[in-house]
Nanobody
């Protein structure tokens, strides 16, 4: 069974950092694209960052470029999102999701079929 479990969320002050982890089971990352998405209250779910384990290509939303870094460890079947210089507007539930590389189109929610349950990130003083 394909499963994704996020962890690492929490409360952090503006300007601080967090690292989110996505643990994958039931499949191997080497043929999948993994994405990080977020949804704030009252807003639509949006793509944050995606990584292809086939060719290593990376995708970032304009709002997080230069602040967030996505990475993977195929041997551990893990994907990470390092978040630096956090802002209050980064507050959201963060989800990881998976899609087979051959079906990948865009780093956006409609392109992904398997989802984790999410982890809360709150940026506040």
């Amino acid at each position: 069974q394909l499963q994704l479990v996020e962890s690492g969320g929490g409360l952090v002050q503006p300007g601080g950092s967090l690292r989110l982890s996505c643990a994958a089971s039931g499949f191997t990352l080497d043929t999948y694209v993994i994405g990080w998405f977020r949804q704030a209250p009252g807003k639509e779910r949006e793509g944050v960052s995606c990584i292809s384990s086939v060719d290593g290509r990376l995708y970032y939303a304009d709002s997080v470029k230069g602040r967030f870094t996505i990475s993977r460890d195929n041997a551990k079947n893990m994907v990470y999102l390092q978040m630096n210089s956090l802002r209050p507007e980064d507050t959201a539930v963060y989800y990881c999701a998976a899609q087979k590389w051959l079906r990948f189109r865009l780093c956006a929610p409609p392109s992904f079929g398997s989802w984790g349950q999410g982890t809360q990130v709150t940026v506040s003083s």
